[in-house]
């Protein structure tokens, strides 16, 4: 009696075993999709944060070149006003 309840219980862990439904491949697809997505969109998130880095970099660079600008256009009036 023993030897058929186990081998009863090996066959029946066996076929447990052996069995990989498709849900359960389905379900890991579907997690590697959903990481391969996040890491594109914080590949994606870099870039715009370098873009806006670059950019804001740019726009200070700008203002500080109109800024120069404009002293030297009052610096240059100032010197053909005394003159």
Same mark, same amino acid.
């Given at each position: 009696? !023993? !030897?058929?309840?186990?081998? +009863?219980?090996?066959?029946?862990?066996?076929?447990?075993?052996?069995? !990989?439904?498709?849900?359960?491949?389905?379900? $890991?697809? #579907?997690? &590697?999709?959903? $990481? &391969? @997505?996040?890491? &594109?969109?914080? /590949?994606? +998130?870099?870039?715009?944060?370098? &873009?806006?880095?670059?950019?804001?970099?740019?726009?200070?660079?700008?203002?500080?070149?109109? +800024? @120069? #600008?404009?002293? /030297?256009?009052?610096?240059?009036?100032?010197? @053909?006003?005394?003159?």
């Amino acid at each position: 009696m !023993k !030897k058929i309840a186990f081998v +009863l219980a090996a066959a029946g862990l066996m076929s447990l075993a052996a069995c !990989k439904s498709p849900e359960t491949s389905s379900v $890991a697809n #579907n997690a &590697d999709a959903i $990481a &391969d @997505n996040l890491s &594109d969109q914080a /590949d994606n +998130l870099s870039s715009e944060a370098n &873009d806006l880095s670059n950019n804001a970099a740019s726009a200070v660079s700008n203002a500080s070149d109109s +800024l @120069n #600008n404009a002293a /030297d256009s009052i610096r240059a009036e100032a010197a @053909n006003s005394t003159k």
